[in-house]
């Protein structure tokens, strides 16, 4: 979400004629946008924005926005901690960038956070807003902000509020669009997809209309998928506790929507979910991964899972490991617990867990998953996979990299190098943990979309 952010930041940039700079002396204007998600992005920050004073210094002119989560969550910290920064802005700023932007050249700096209660339709989905996109051949596409749940470890409600559903159409005529530029994949974005339009249901149902309060995920994939030229079609995030078997038949039934699919698991104990507040247990998680196998076999799993929230025991740990063992995941992004400022969780410290018990937990974990990462990769190995090229390798320029459309990456030897976003098929020769390698069988189609030239003013 926070990318699709800054690439709309970058668009509405360049729509009021500035353009990128390729170093750092070239620039006249330098905007983070920052995401509290991880650990240290707060150190992050500041540290940058110590040495962006020096830039600054250098020479008149120059200005520093700061964005996203972080300023949402503590826009006064920021101001008093880095007080040369020309724009203070949350989350919920982002069509307004150019804007403030202004106002601080002519002002002085700048502070705007703007909670959802005043917000517009394009505060709400910066989709509809100009874009610079890294790739030209997929995009992502917003259709939804925000968040209902109250995960004990998240920060996501606090920074980027309520959930809201873009309306139905917007999506389906966004994607349209997309793909008369020649984009061929999407990747709808939200925090809770699963939960995508129930807002919407209760809105109309408020308003006297007759409708049954129902998610609208499962019809969004299928309209989607039938647009004509979209040939993938991902999704992230999807949330257990509302994942239901409309959305894995319509996956299922929709060619255009990947084999694969994203499903944070978290834990594997029933009473560390709970604490966590998700909402589902280890079984109900369990019978929807089963679901999903029976109805796309060879789908590619892949989860999060947490080591060491406050309270895990030895045993809900084992309980990881042992549901760990049944999904045989294709891969497992695992993170160590670490508090956010503001959530429930940071507030549990009687029940931290001391940092090297949490470590050798997290060691018996890798060791866990990665037999399975490398199994579910070898059972590649013979195959002939659809794969979309992302590029040169960045070892070796004569092999390109491309993904599946189980979203695993492959390596593969070409006699020239092919664009990003040509489709082909590959033989896939060997497996690793996290990636594959293969040698190049055919070309399917070149990829339509305009290359952008740089053109340098003279
Ligand atoms: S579902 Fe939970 S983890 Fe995901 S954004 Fe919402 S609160 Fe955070």
């Known amino acids: 979400m926070n990318e699709h952010d800054s690439e709309r930041i970058a668009g509405l940039l360049e729509a009021d004629g500035m353009s990128r700079a390729e170093t750092d002396d070239d620039a006249d204007v330098v905007v983070l946008n920052t995401c509290c998600i991880r650990e240290n992005a707060d150190n992050k920050l500041y540290g940058t924005l110590g040495h962006l004073k020096t830039w600054k210094d250098a020479k008149d002119g120059r200005r520093i926005v700061v964005g996203g989560c972080l300023s949402q969550k503590d826009k006064d910290v920021v101001r008093d901690r880095a007080p040369w920064v020309d724009v203070v802005m949350g989350t919920h700023n982002v069509h307004r960038t150019n804007e403030l932007l202004q106002l601080a050249i002519v002002y002085g700096p700048v502070t705007e956070i703007l909670d959802e209660a005043v917000i517009d339709d394009h505060a709400l989905f ?16 917003t259709i939804q902000i925000g968040c209902d749940n109250t995960c004990a470890y998240c920060i996501v409600p606090a920074v980027r509020g309520k959930e809201i559903s873009r309306p139905f159409d917007d999506i389906v005529n ?44 499962a019809d969004l994939l299928r309209e989607v998928g039938a647009v004509p030229g979209i040939q993938r079609v991902r999704y992230t995030s999807p949330h257990p506790k509302d994942m239901r078997s409309d959305v894995l038949e319509a996956m299922a039934e929709t060619p255009a929507v990947c084999e694969h699919l994203h499903y944070p698991l978290q834990s594997g104990s029933d009473r560390v979910l709970a604490l966590m507040h998700r909402g589902y247990t280890a079984q109900r998680y369990m019978e929807q991964l089963r679901e999903a196998r029976r109805l796309m076999p060879g789908i590619a799993i892949t989860t999060d899972i947490i080591v060491g929230f406050p309270g895990e025991t030895e045993e809900d740990f084992e309980q990881t490991l042992a549901i760990a063992s049944e999904a045989k995941f294709d891969l497992v992004f695992a993170f160590i617990f670490s508090p ?16 090297e018990v949490v470590s050798r937990r997290f060691e018996r974990l ?12 070898e059972a590649r ?45 590959v033989y896939i ?13 055919d070309i399917l189609q070149e990829p339509t979309h305009k290359i952008r030239i740089p053109v340098a003013s003279v």
């Open 126 to 141: 910066p989709s509809a807003l100009p874009v610079r996109r890294e790739t030209s051949y997929n995009a992502w596409v």
């Open 174 to 217: 966004e994607v349209k669009q997309l793909a008369a530029n020649g984009v061929t994949e999407v990747t709808l974005l939200g925090q809770n997809v699963n939960s995508y339009g129930r807002d919407i249901n209760l809105a109309e149902r408020k308003s006297g209309a007759d409708v049954r309060v129902k998610t609208m995920f």
């Open 340 to 355: 956010r400022e503001g959530t429930e969780a940071a507030l549990m410290t009687e029940h931290f867990i001391e940092p």
């Open 366 to 377: 890798r060791q866990i998953v990665e037999p399975h990462a490398l199994e579910m990769h």
């Open 381 to 425: 190995v013979g195959l002939v996979e659809e794969v979309v090229v992302e590029g040169p390798s960045r070892k070796n320029e004569g092999v390109m990299t491309g993904r599946t459309r189980q979203n695993k990456l492959v390596h593969f030897a070409t006699p020239s190098q092919l664009r990003p976003g040509t489709y082909c098929t």
């Open 429 to 441: 020769t060997r497996a690793a943990p996290h990636f594959l390698q293969g040698r190049l069988v």
